[in-house]
């Protein structure tokens, strides 16, 4: 794609600047603060698909971190995402989900997934070149996510990180390395809460927590076909 560019002036120098940051919003993705479409929770009503809820509690050392403080993707905590249909391929999830300004800033996420197996992996910030980033997320930690056939809404854990940060230049600090990652179920009741809130009628969310996953080789159960 051939991008425009502008003269040498005070003006041109602005509009370039515009368009190299509108550029950067495009190629970076954003965190999406957007509740399921009503195909997806149709799908969901009849068994193709999960809501499944996933919270981030971070530190850098000791001080607490929001993991999804950011407008942008790259700037925050990230998921990487293998299944069936990647051939155990761990993606990027481009476009983090929220429920609420609030569930948010806990660090509340959610996913829209066919009931099967995926392996999912967690990463810092992103601080380098894209090609680095990229290949963080075939690495660990890494867990394995079973969600079972009729789950309506699935709690799959809290996922625990500290490590290292950076710096920013306007005060504060962003997550550049996890050193720990750990998951428990200890927010199961907070996502009872969340679900009733938001999907009052899915009833209450099963728990199928993460597990540990440090092999080689993916085991993948075949998803259901998805509605015509």
């Known amino acids: 794609m051939q991008l425009p560019t502008y003269p040498l002036t005070r003006t041109g120098c602005f509009k370039s600047m515009l368009l190299m940051i509108a550029t950067h919003v495009i190629l970076t993705g954003c965190a999406s603060m957007d509740a ?8 969901v009503l009849t068994g193709h698909k999960t809501i499944v809820l996933l919270r981030i509690e971070a530190h850098i050392g000791h001080s607490p971190y929001e993991p ?3 407008d942008l993707a790259d700037d925050n905590i990230c998921f990487g995402l293998g299944s069936f249909d990647t051939g ?16 948010r800033r806990e ?37 394995q996510l079973d969600i079972p056939e009729g789950a309506r809404v ?3 854990g809290t996922i625990r990180v500290s490590g290292t940060g950076a710096p920013l230049i306007f ?16 927010d199961q009741k907070s996502a009872t809460t969340i679900s009733a809130a938001h999907f009052p009628d ?27």
């Open 36 to 43: 399921p479409t009503g195909r997806e929770l149709e799908d």
């Open 171 to 186: 005060g504060g600090s962003i997550l550049r390395e996890i050193l720990d990652a750990s998951v428990d179920g200890a």
């Open 88 to 103: 155990g391929h761990l993606r990027r999830i481009e476009n983090q989900r929220f429920l609420s300004p609030e569930s």
């Open 202 to 228: 899915l009833g209450v969310p099963q728990v199928s927590l993460l597990q540990p996953y440090e092999g080689k080789a993916f085991h993948f159960r075949s998803p259901l076909q998805p509605p015509l």
């Open 154 to 156: 699935l709690y799959a």
């Open 68 to 70: 999804f403080k950011a």
């Open 107 to 143: 660090g509340w996420t959610y996913m829209v997934l066919t009931p099967g197996i995926y392996y999912l992996t967690v990463q810092p910030t992103r601080g380098t070149d894209i090609f680095s980033y990229m290949d963080r997320f075939n690495a660990p930690p890494r867990w």
